[in-house]
Structure formats: structure tokens, C-alpha cells
């Protein structure tokens, strides 16, 4: 496993912008973001390996990705926001098996950080 520490939450209106961050103790090939809606299933939202990018088809054209390997970082930047889009977001990375950012995105996570709200308002 690896530890993880995200930042970036918070309230905006629809339409808005925020940028998430995660700080990552060590680099891992494969890291990613998921989310969890109350009373729903945590899903996959945008995961990248070795610049190949997976991005959930709900958040397709608005999201984008991005690590920086220097620094052991991966950002979520998340544009026209939704209210569905109101979820707590996970940091999430695979850190001890290879997998490809679809594997991850489907579910193959070993580290998780602590979550971040992210709440947009109509």
C-alpha cells in the first residue's frame, strides 16, 4: 500500500470549477480518483497509467486528469460541475499489482486517501 492525502474539496455552484490534489508517499504506476454519492456505490471517475488516461462516461469531456511523477502527485480538475456531481472524492492508487488505469478504474485498489467533499449547488 501507499499513503495517500487528498486536497482541493469544496462548494461551488453548477457550472463551476475545482481542482483536486493527491499527495502520494512514494510514485505508483497506476493511480486514480473515485467518488461516493450518499447511498450509492463508490465508482471510478478518472484513473492513468503511464499517460493513459480512463475517465467514467459521466464525467467524460469535463474532468481531466493529470499526475506529476516528480512530485508523486495526481490532480482531478473538474470543470462545469454538476450537482450530481456532489460525492466525496477519493484518492486511489494500486500499488502492489500491475494493472492497467481500466483494471483500477473497475475496482483493483489497494490504497485509498481519506476523501474530500465536493458539493455543488444548482
Known amino acids: 500500500q501507499v499513503q495517500l492525502r487528498e486536497s482541493g474539496g469544496g462548494s461551488v455552484q453548477a457550472g463551476g470549477s475545482l481542482r483536486l490534489s493527491c499527495a502520494a508517499a512514494?510514485?505508483?504506476?497506476?493511480m486514480g480518483w473515485f467518488r461516493q454519492a450518499p447511498g450509492k456505490r463508490r465508482e471510478g471517475v478518472a484513473c492513468e497509467n503511464s499517460g493513459v488516461t480512463i475517465y467514467a462516461n459521466s464525467v467524460m469531456g469535463r474532468f481531466t486528469i493529470s499526475r506529476d511523477n516528480t512530485k508523486a502527485m495526481v490532480y482531478l480538475q473538474m470543470d462545469d460541475l454538476k450537482p450530481e456531481d456532489t460525492a466525496i472524492y477519493y484518492c486511489?492508487?494500486?500499488?502492489?499489482?500491475?494493472?492497467?488505469?481500466?483494471?483500477?478504474?473497475?475496482?483493483?485498489?489497494?490504497?485509498w486517501g481519506q476523501g474530500t467533499q465536493v458539493t455543488v449547488s444548482s
Open positions: 512514494r510514485n505508483v504506476d497506476v
Open positions: 486511489a492508487a494500486q500499488a502492489n499489482f500491475p494493472a492497467s488505469a481500466s483494471v483500477m478504474c473497475g475496482g483493483l485498489v489497494d490504497s
